[in-house]
Structures are given as C-alpha cells and as structure tokens.
C-alpha cells in the first residue's frame, strides 16, 4: 500500500508539472519522456539510466543490453543524418538506451515470473526514475521562473555579510587561478549526476548474487532532494550572484536584470530591502543550493566505500562547494542551508528504512526547525545579520553543525554492534 502510495503520488505530480508547463507553453515531463523514444533526446542521464538498470543482469546479458543501445542510437543517428536533421547541444544519443530499458519491462512483463520478474522491474523502474528526475527537475525550473517574476536576492545578498560574502571571495580566487581553474571546477560541477551513478553502481554492485536491493542507496536520496528542493524554490525565489550582482551567464539573465554588476569584486552595499524583478528565463534555483546537497549526499554514501571512492567522495564534495561558490551560482547561506537539507533528508530516509524510533524522530524534527530556521531568518533578519556578522556568522555555522552532530552521532547508534566472542571457560587443572 505504501509503494502504492508514493506511485500515486509520483504520478500525480508528473501531470501537475505536465499540464503546467503546457500552460506555459513548454512539453512537460511526460511528453519530453515519451518524445525519447522517436524523436532526438534532449542531454540527459539516459545511458546513466541504462546502467542503473543493469546492476538487476548477469554480465552478459549487460554486454547485450549495452551493444544494442548503441546499435539503436547508430541506426537513429544515420536516419537523421541522412535525412537533414540538424542536431545540436547534445541531441544525438540516448534513443537506444530508453529503448533497450523500454524492452526490459516488456521481457518482464512477458518473459519472467515471481522475484525475477519484480528484481527486473525494480531495474527498469530504477532507470527509468533516473531520467524522469532529471526530466521533472527541468520542469520545475521552468515553473519557477515563469511563476515568480521578483526574486529575493537582495535579502540572500545582505544575509550573506555573516558569513563574509564567501561568493565575492571565491570567484576572485577562481578567477586568478584561470586558464586552469575554471574549466576544471566547470566539468566537476557539470559531472555531478555521473559522480553520483559511479556511486550507486557500487552499492548495487551485489544486486544479482543477492537477488534484491539494498535497503538504502544513493539513488533513493537523490531523488528525493530533486523532488522537494524546488519545491522551497517556489516558497524563496533567488538566482543567484552572478544574475542578480553580475553579467549573468549562458545567455540567460544578464546585466540588464542585474541590481548592480558588481560581482565578484565588490561586495553588495547594505540597503534598504526590496524584491527585484528578473526576467521569466532564469531559474530560481538557489536557495538551497541543491549541488551541495547532492556532493553532501555523495559523501556521506561513500563513508563506507574503499579508500579511493572515500577520497573521491571528499574531493567532489570540496570542488563543488568551491565551484558554486567560485561561478556565482549561489550565496554562502545557500550552502549552509543545503547541507541542512541533505541532512535531514539522508536521516527521514533512514529512519525509515529501520523504523522509526525516537532518535530518527528527534534528528528528522532537529534538522526540519533549523532548515526552518534558515530560512525565516535570511527572509526576515537580514540587516540584523549583515549589522552583527560576529554574532549571526558563528551562530550559522553552529546551527549547521548541530545538525551534522546529530547525524553522525544517531547514525552510529544506529550501526550494528558485533557482540563479543564467548570466551572458553577456565578448566580446572587435573589433580
């Protein structure tokens, strides 16, 4: 009933975005899914989707599944070219690995029963969850921008004097470190969602001996920080420094929305606060900074890998703090609250895989009041921030490490103790 549930749930939403978008003249979710099929795929994790997938197949049947995703994506490619069609920005490949995941539930369907059948359709859906994220994340981008035409950044900005205005100071840093900098941090940055299908696929590594998922994986996380992080989008609205204090980047945004163009060299002055306009293409997708929880996630998911995912879970973690920063996609306080978020999220997730007790309860309604309290506090006490740095910095920083204690202290109360050994009783010697 429950998965019943969240199914309903899922698929409800998924019409919601649908018929949105369509108001605002844009395909939704459901109809840039199905285009997949024909017509030129938008970039997107859809081989990513693919290798999900094949964690549920014996390595042979994944050297077919692979070869004849490529195969399909070779055929789509020489029809397009031969007929004229121009692709651009990514639109090549991905038909045949949404086929060959397409054709997987229909062998299920058909061809398997009982547990093969349900492991091979958790496969599928694994997959096919994947590019539906991704799909549902650029809707609900779209949405945030056509529905909020004011942004808040001015308050984010001012908020951000606690912390030192971390933005300015990392995007001179990033830039005296260029040509090398920028380009790197960029592919970090850009790679994100790879990072995190490398680490899934080694916790589903045993999927097919084991005959069943694990109980928590990276995916589950991912997904869930994508579906709700735009929703607090809608509720504060930002864009970030490089749009709202800078020239804007990719095109979109660009001086002429900007409050002043004075990022990264010169701190934002405290003023009176107001909301700004901006234009209905930008997405308002900074608060929280969704990048650092996803690198936040990604880290906590490689405590227990091998030395070398560990180090490359710490090193995606930093580089992408640095590259938010650095680029001017977000604020100081956006990363604190990000790290909030992921938190909390990671600890509902994992209560409620072992069952709710009062440590997941505490550490779920802990993490919930302090994101709260983030965000009350950015909206409604930033000139007193901005005003007493040495007072409301610290207290960000504290608020955020409550938060990381408490994970890290219910989590290993959590962990399975290994009971002692039973030691041999003492004999007593032969008279």
């Given at each position: 009933?429950?998965?019943?549930?969240?199914?309903?749930?899922?698929?409800?939403?998924?019409?919601?975005?649908?018929?949105?978008?369509?108001?605002?003249?844009?395909?939704?979710?459901?109809?840039?899914?199905?285009?997949?099929?024909?017509?030129?795929?938008?970039?997107?994790?859809?081989?990513?989707?693919?290798?999900?997938?094949m964690v549920v197949l014996t390595w042979r049947q994944r050297f077919v599944a692979a070869g004849l995703a490529i195969g399909i994506d070779v055929v789509f490619v020489l029809v397009r070219w031969a007929a004229g069609v121009k692709?651009?920005?990514?639109?090549?490949?991905?038909n045949g690995a949404l086929w060959v995941m397409l054709g997987c539930a229909v062998i299920a369907v058909t061809?398997?029963?009982?547990?093969?059948?349900?492991?091979?359709?958790?496969?599928?859906?694994?997959?096919?969850?994947?590019?539906?994220?991704?799909?549902?994340?650029?809707?609900?981008?779209?949405?945030?921008?056509?529905?909020?035409?004011?942004?808040?950044?001015?308050?984010?900005?001012?908020?951000?004097?606690?912390?030192g205005n971390p933005s300015w100071v990392a995007g001179r840093i990033l830039a005296a470190t260029d040509p090398i900098g920028s380009?790197?941090?960029?592919?970090?940055?850009?790679?994100?969602?790879v990072a995190a299908?490398?680490?899934?696929?080694?916790?589903?590594?045993?999927?097919?001996?084991?005959?069943?998922?694990?109980r928590h994986h990276l995916v589950?996380?991912?997904l869930v920080i994508g579906l709700l992080g735009p929703a607090i989008y809608m509720i504060f609205p930002v864009v970030g420094p490089v749009f709202a204090y800078g020239p804007g980047a990719s095109g979109t945004g660009g001086v002429q929305w900007a409050v002043a163009n004075v990022w990264p060299h010169t701190p934002p002055q405290i003023t009176a606060l107001h909301t700004v306009s901006y234009d209905d293409l930008t997405p308002r997708n900074c608060m929280p900074s969704l990048h650092t929880a996803?690198?936040?996630?990604?880290?906590?998911?490689?405590?227990?890998?091998?030395?070398?995912?560990?180090?490359?879970?710490?090193?995606?973690?930093?580089?992408?703090?640095?590259?938010t920063l650095g680029f001017g996609y977000h604020y100081g306080v956006d990363l604190v609250a990000g790290v909030v978020f992921a938190l909390t999220i990671e600890a509902g997730l994992r209560a409620a895989d072992r069952g709710w007790d009062r440590a997941g309860i505490g550490l779920v309604v802990h993490g919930t009041a302090v994101f709260a309290a983030l965000l009350l506090s950015y909206r409604f006490l930033p000139m007193e921030m901005a005003g007493h740095p040495g007072v409301f910095g610290p207290l960000l920083i504290l608020a955020m490490t409550s938060v990381i204690y408490g994970y890290v202290r219910t989590t290993r109360l959590w962990e399975p103790t290994a009971a002692p050994a039973l030691q041999p009783e003492p004999q007593p010697e032969p008279v």
């Open positions: 009933m429950l998965w019943s549930a969240a199914g309903l749930a899922a698929l409800g939403l998924l019409v919601a975005l649908e018929i949105t978008a369509r108001h605002y003249g844009q395909p939704g979710p459901i109809t840039d899914q199905l285009s997949g099929v024909i017509l030129a795929p938008k970039p997107g994790p859809l081989y990513g989707g693919l290798a999900l997938m692709m651009t920005d990514g639109h090549t490949f991905g061809r398997r029963t009982g547990a093969e059948r349900v492991l091979l359709l958790k496969g599928v859906g694994l997959g096919l969850l994947l590019v539906a994220g991704r799909k549902t994340g650029d809707t609900w981008l779209l949405v945030t921008a056509k529905a909020h035409p004011s942004v808040l950044d001015p308050y984010v900005a001012t908020a951000d004097h606690a912390l380009p790197v941090l960029a592919v970090i940055y850009a790679q994100l969602a299908i490398v680490v899934a696929l080694y916790q589903l590594r045993n999927v097919v001996a084991e005959r069943r998922f694990p589950r996380t991912f996803w690198a936040t996630a990604i880290f906590i998911h490689t405590r227990k890998g091998p030395r070398i995912l560990r180090y490359a879970g710490a090193f995606w973690l930093t580089a992408t703090l640095c590259a």
